[in-house]
């Protein structure tokens, strides 16, 4: 009983760490990233409408390179 | 309507819409391949499990967390997804990775479904299951946009009847154009979507953390603007080294 629990439960995190984090980590990262720099900069009144879109902006743009597929190289 | 309800509106509408129709493929292959009482059984166990959680999991969140805190939390998870979504749109849009096909998959369904024994004629279980699994693991997804954005605005309602009106919208389309589901423009709905949850995610972040954007929810639409324009400029810079690109200048 106990051991179909623990299985139900270790799924049920595989499914939900696939379905958030996946094979992107960088985004899950870069969201963190936005939340922390948002608590740091909230006192300020321009810089955090600034900075927090950016941080988001320059992450998928590098997740988004990192995931062009490549030419192989030539033998 | 305010600003952030319709853009609410849109995104929710757009994201139901795109695994609606996912999720309508594997149905259509299970109903021809199987049977369509199993099928449609699936199908609708799985939209009411979905239902079940949105207001299960949604009206308690409304009521008992703290509202700063369920925005930084609803935030992160639509700006996780938002980001995911632009990131394959903008691969699939530059041609670094295979648009959707609905005929492939439906086609590739049905040639699975074939191997799995005879038909029964009353209750089929493994097109009961496939179905089941179909609309479940598609509209996942979609509850959760539904769950956070109504949430995070104290409007669940108007977010499920969004979603709601997206499925019904693909089911009366898919009743008529049957398996012409590849037509529909799914990665530029992808797109749009990923724009949307990727302002709402940050929009909600901010809010929660203390933030103070300029014009309050009339900034959600600056941020849409910023997304769709660095979409805009994305797509072309990542399609210059796109596989075919380079096979032609070589």
């Known amino acids: 009983m106990t051991a179909a629990v623990a299985r139900g439960l270790r799924a049920f995190g595989r499914f939900w760490w696939e379905f958030i984090v996946g094979d992107t980590p960088e985004l899950f990262v870069a969201t963190l990233v936005v939340i922390a720099v948002s608590l740091a900069l909230a006192s300020l009144h321009v810089v955090p409408v600034i900075v927090v879109p950016a941080v988001a902006v320059v992450a998928v743009l590098w997740s988004a390179a990192r995931g062009r597929v490549r030419p192989r190289a030539e033998d | ?250």
């Open chain 2, 1 to 250: 309507m305010k600003a952030s309800e319709w853009v609410l509106v849109l995104a929710v509408f757009g994201a139901s819409a795109v695994e609606m129709v996912e999720a309508l493929t594997i149905v259509l292959a299970a109903g021809t391949s199987r049977g369509w009482r199993s099928a449609l059984e699936g199908a609708a166990s799985a939209l009411a499990v979905l239902t079940a959680i949105v207001v299960l999991v949604g009206v308690p969140l409304i009521h008992y967390v703290p509202i700063d805190l369920l925005r930084v939390i609803v935030g992160a998870l639509l700006l996780t997804l938002g980001l995911n979504w632009l990131r394959k749109a903008w691969l699939r849009a530059s041609g670094h990775k295979a648009l959707h096909d609905e005929d492939k998959i439906f086609a590739e369904t049905v040639e699975e479904l074939s191997h799995d024994g005879p038909v029964r004629p009353q209750r089929d279980a493994v097109g009961f299951a496939v179905a089941f699994k179909g609309v479940f693991l598609e509209g996942t997804e979609v509850v959760l946009i539904v769950i956070s954005l109504g949430a995070s605005q104290g409007r669940l309602g108007l977010a499920a009847a969004a979603a709601a009106a997206a499925a019904l919208v693909v089911i009366v389309v898919g009743a008529i154009v049957a398996r012409q589901l590849s037509k529909v423009p799914e990665n530029a709905i992808k797109l749009t979507v990923g724009v949307m949850l990727s302002s709402f995610g940050i929009f909600w972040v901010g809010e929660g953390t203390g933030v103070h954007w300029p014009g309050a929810d009339a900034f959600l639409l600056v941020l849409v603007a910023v997304f769709a324009a660095c979409s805009a400029l994305a797509i072309p810079w990542l399609r210059r080294s796109s596989p075919a690109q380079l096979g032609a200048t070589t």
